[in-house]
C-alpha cells in the first residue's frame, strides 16, 4: 500500500476516486506478454477531503492498494 496527502487544493472542485484510478489503470499494459508478466490491479481508496464528488478543502488522502501482491518472505 501506498499513500499520499495533498494538501491546498481548493474546495468545490470535482474530484472522485474514479479520477485517480483511471490514471492507474493506464500503467496496465495492452500487452503483458510484451512488457511483463505481472498484471496488478491497483485499487484506490480516498480517505479525506472529497464529499460527494466534491473538494472539501481539507486535505485530501488517498491509499493505493495493490491486492496482488506477496509478502517477501525473509530468512534469518
Do not use: H
Not at 2 to 25: K, N
Not at 37 to 63: C, H, M, Q, W
Amino acid at each position: 500500500m501506498v499513500g499520499v496527502v495533498v494538501d491546498g487544493c481548493p474546495a468545490g472542485l470535482p474530484l472522485s476516486e474514479g479520477d485517480f484510478q483511471m490514471e492507474l489503470d493506464r500503467r496496465i499494459p495492452s500487452e503483458p506478454k510484451i512488457v511483463s508478466a505481472r498484471v496488478e490491479k491497483d485499487y484506490v481508496k480516498v480517505l479525506s477531503g472529497i464529499f460527494n464528488g466534491l473538494t472539501t478543502g481539507a486535505p485530501i488522502a488517498v491509499v493505493v492498494e495493490n491486492k496482488e501482491q506477496t509478502p517477501a518472505i525473509t530468512t534469518p
